[in-house]
């Protein structure tokens, strides 16, 4: 069982940044990458960024250049360090490991 925990998320307007934090606990796996979803309302939760055991990103291409994914193992924790934030960011952040889901945080860009 792995239980993933996202923190960090909140209301920021345009421009700005902000740090999400994914902690993980249980028989997490130091193999299998982490990831980033989003969904925004009334839309299919899509694919944000991923980091492989390697330390590899991959982002998706409306965030590449804008977030950056990174992961302590020491601490089981996954971050997406987000910048020049704008209004269609605005979604419920999930950390996923496999099939395993947080519960997601909030995020809002807005003026």
């Known amino acids: 069982q792995v239980q993933l925990v996202e923190s960090g998320g909140g209301l920021v307007q345009p421009g700005g940044s902000l740090r999400l934090s994914c902690v993980a606990s249980g028989s997490i796996s130091s193999i299998a990458p982490m990831e980033w979803y989003r969904q925004a309302p009334g839309k299919q939760r899509e694919w944000v960024a991923s980091?492989?055991?390697?330390?590899?990103?991959s982002y998706a291409g409306s965030v590449k250049g804008r977030f950056t994914i990174s992961r302590d193992n020491a601490k089981k924790t996954v971050y997406l360090q987000m910048s020049s934030l704008k209004v269609e960011d605005t979604a419920v952040y999930y950390c996923k490991q496999i099939t395993y889901w947080g519960q997601g945080t909030q995020v809002t860009v807005s003026s």
């Open positions: 980091i492989f055991s390697t330390g590899i990103t």
